[in-house]
């Protein structure tokens, strides 16, 4: 029925988000744990693949949580604390 299928999107999307923002909280905790940490140092340790590791730093890039410092090569990502963020 209609009312079956709509619940099962809204469960699926509900599920979906879940995951990402349980994938950006790990991601998360990794950088303050880590700071400097590389996207390919935190695959490794959370053994997730590039797309969502990068999805996930792009999202906590975003908002304004973490950024890139150095070359892309040997760079790695850091938290923003507060009074970076703060004048």
Do not use: F
Request: hydrophobic residues 35%; without cysteine; positive net charge.
């Amino acid at each position: 029925t209609k009312d079956a299928a709509l619940n099962n999107r809204t469960i699926k999307r509900t599920i979906k988000r879940t995951i990402k923002r349980t994938i950006n909280e790990i991601v998360l905790t990794a950088i303050l744990e880590y700071p400097g940490i590389s996207a390919p140092e935190l695959m490794k340790s959370i053994h997730k693949g590039r797309t969502i590791i990068t999805e996930a730093l792009a999202q906590l890039r975003q908002e304004g949580l973490i950024e890139h410092r150095g070359s892309k090569k040997t760079g790695g990502y850091h938290p923003i604390t507060r009074e970076e963020v703060l004048p």
